[in-house]
């Protein structure tokens, strides 16, 4: 069963300076990972996905994959306060490339 | 893309009512996902719907509990039976358009059961 942690809980950065955030998973046969972020009482907004070790831009969200180190990582640069959101990192669950699993979610604060 | 709407938005019903969540999407998909997230957590995959076959469920989740029907391409539809203030939290559909994999949520549906 996919398991998936993410960290830190709690993230406050300044705008302007890169976010980082993690996401680990147990199953390493999982090729399917996914960053959503969800604004407060809003539906989930799709950011980046990523299916092979490496890394992944789309605008100024990047995902690093290390499926060896069970990790996935997304780097936001440039973060203006409306980035302030709770980013949820997913992996697909074994056998079913389109059912994910969630993470609990790591709660961005961009400071002006 | 696919554009996902849900509907009702938000609901209030009493325990022991069933509620109907109904999931609308702008082109044909092939499989709609139901996933349910209490406040505060994250979001748990509830059920698999793929057009003329039962939807597929995960553990923990029943059809008895959550019937979901899947009459066409582009729609599908959620019961919540006998409701319980435990179910209260928010139901979502996904599903993914024809390409390399992009997974579309809708708006969710907050569900409060009195």
């Known amino acids: 069963q996919q398991k998936v942690q993410q960290s830190p809980e709690s993230l406050t950065v300044s705008e302007g300076a890169m976010a980082s955030l993690n996401c680990t998973f147990s199953?390493?046969?999982?090729?399917?990972f996914r960053w959503y972020r969800q604004h407060s009482g809003k539906g989930l907004e799709m950011l980046v996905s990523?299916?092979?070790?490496g890394e992944k831009e789309e605008g100024r969200f990047t995902a690093h994959l290390n499926r060896a180190s069970l990790h996935v990582s997304l780097h936001i640069r440039e973060p203006q306060p409306s980035d302030s959101a709770v980013y949820l990192c997913?992996?697909?669950?074994?056998?079913?490339?389109?059912?994910?699993?969630f993470g609990k979610g790591t709660q961005l604060i961009i400071q002006p | 893309s696919v554009l996902l709407y849900q509907k009702p938005n938000r609901d209030i019903c009493q325990s022991g009512t069933s509620l109907k969540i109904q999931c609308v999407a702008d082109?044909?998909?092939?499989?709609m996902f139901w996933y349910q997230q209490f406040q505060e957590q994250s979001l748990m995959l509830m059920a698999t719907?793929?057009?003329?076959?039962?939807?597929?469920?995960e553990s923990g989740f029943t059809k008895d509990k959550f019937p979901i029907s899947r009459p066409n391409l582009t729609f599908s539809t959620l019961t919540v039976n006998n409701a319980r203030p435990g179910d209260s939290s928010i139901y979502f559909c996904?599903?993914?358009?024809?390409?390399?994999?992009?997974?579309?949520f809708g708006e969710g549906s907050k569900l409060t059961v009195l």
């Open positions: 199953d390493g046969t999982s090729d399917n």
């Open positions: 996904s599903s993914r358009d024809r390409g390399p994999g992009q997974l579309y």
């Open positions: 997913a992996v697909s669950i074994t056998g079913g490339a389109d059912r994910l699993t």
């Open positions: 719907a793929n057009e003329g076959s039962e939807a597929t469920y």
């Open positions: 990523i299916f092979s070790d």
């Open positions: 082109s044909q998909v092939v499989s």
